[in-house]
């Protein structure tokens, strides 16, 4: 009979000694809930395909803020569904859109919520690519100028971190530009730095209408096949003076996440998107999944591989979870 010599599983002999050797710790603090804001009053439309989740319109989205906060979550990142939407998105760029109307909200009921803007126009155009149109494609100089005044609407509005999601060339220099501009050198950007063209966002797109009407976003964002590609994008944003980087997805990508941690050792996050989330309900509603387990070793398996923050639509639960 062989017998090993050394035995990682001494390691593993009981919680105690389990508890001791731990490498990742998940907290709340690592945690950024997006939420959907939507033009309207008294609107609470459930997304079907994201379960938990739902279109609120400002009166809403107040109640919202202040639970989530007594619950213990200290970071939200919004997304504006307007009314009205045209060929440049124009609600975006307006102190009375519906996020500059969410911003004066949030910040006037729960000022101490850490609140990051979705910037980005694919929600406000009516045909739900992520800038102007000019033949066939997004104009990236003219959205560039667009990116710069949302930003401004942003900040003016009491936005505390900007995150482009665009994938623009130039975007976060631009940004940076506008809002050093204005006097907002304080305000971080999160930029969307390695952001694939994936079809894990479906679900997300039925939350914020913002399919593309024709066509797709693979001009823009990232081919799922590559991966120096992802850095060369990131050291970009890097340059242009991006302050946190974010891979998106997350547990697809944990590759490119280890990367992009490692090389450039600035704050990373990840999201964990739509898709990602919407899978591992259906499997738990199916009881094919235990879903608090699965739920909390997804999230402990992106902040293993290198975020510092994560994006999901899972962060009430946890937080429940955290306590219990
Ligand atoms: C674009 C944006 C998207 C998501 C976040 N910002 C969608 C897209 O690129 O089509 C997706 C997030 C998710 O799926 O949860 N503004």
């Given at each position: 009979m062989y017998t090993p010599y050394?035995?990682?599983r001494r390691l593993r002999r009981n919680p105690r000694i389990r508890n001791l050797v731990r490498e990742t710790v998940l907290t709340r603090h690592d945690l950024i809930l997006p939420l959907f804001v939507i033009a309207g009053k008294d609107v609470k439309n459930p997304i079907s395909s994201m379960p938990g989740h739902y279109q609120l319109s400002v009166d809403h989205l107040i109640t919202e803020v202040k639970e989530i906060w007594d619950r213990g979550i200290q970071a939200v990142i919004l997304f504006g569904i307007p009314d009205h939407k045209d060929s440049r998105g124009s609600d975006a760029l307006s102190d009375s859109g519906i996020i500059a109307q969410a911003l004066r909200a949030v910040k006037d009921a729960v000022p101490d919520l850490y609140v990051i803007t979705d910037v980005c126009f694919c929600e406000y155009t009516d045909h739900g690519h992520c800038g102007p149109i000019s033949g066939n494609d997004v104009d990236n100089d003219t959205t560039l100028e667009l990116l710069q005044q949302q930003v401004l609407v942003h900040a003016r509005n009491g936005a505390d971190m900007v995150a482009p999601s665009?994938?623009?060339?130039g975007m976060v220099g631009a940004i940076r530009e506008a809002l050093d501009g204005e006097g907002y050198q304080h305000i971080p950007i999160m930029s969307y730095a390695a952001k694939y063209a994936s079809g894990f966002y479906g679900p997300f797109r039925e939350a914020?209408?913002?399919?593309?009407?024709?066509?797709?976003?693979s001009t823009y964002q990232m081919d799922p096949a590559n991966s120096d590609e992802a850095i060369r994008e990131v050291a970009l944003d890097v340059d242009e003076g991006a302050d946190v980087l974010m891979v998106k997805p997350a547990m697809p990508y944990l590759d490119i996440l280890y990367r992009v941690k490692t090389q450039f050792g600035l704050p990373t996050a990840a999201y964990q998107v739509s898709g990602e989330y919407a899978m591992i309900k259906a499997a738990a509603r199916n009881g094919w999944l235990d879903h608090d387990r699965v739920m909390l070793e997804s999230l402990m398996a992106i902040k293993r591989a290198g975020a510092d923050m994560i994006l999901t639509y899972f962060a009430k639960e946890v937080v429940d979870k955290l306590d219990s």
């Open positions: 050394y035995r990682p665009g994938m623009m060339d914020a209408e913002s399919a593309p009407q024709f066509g797709d976003r």
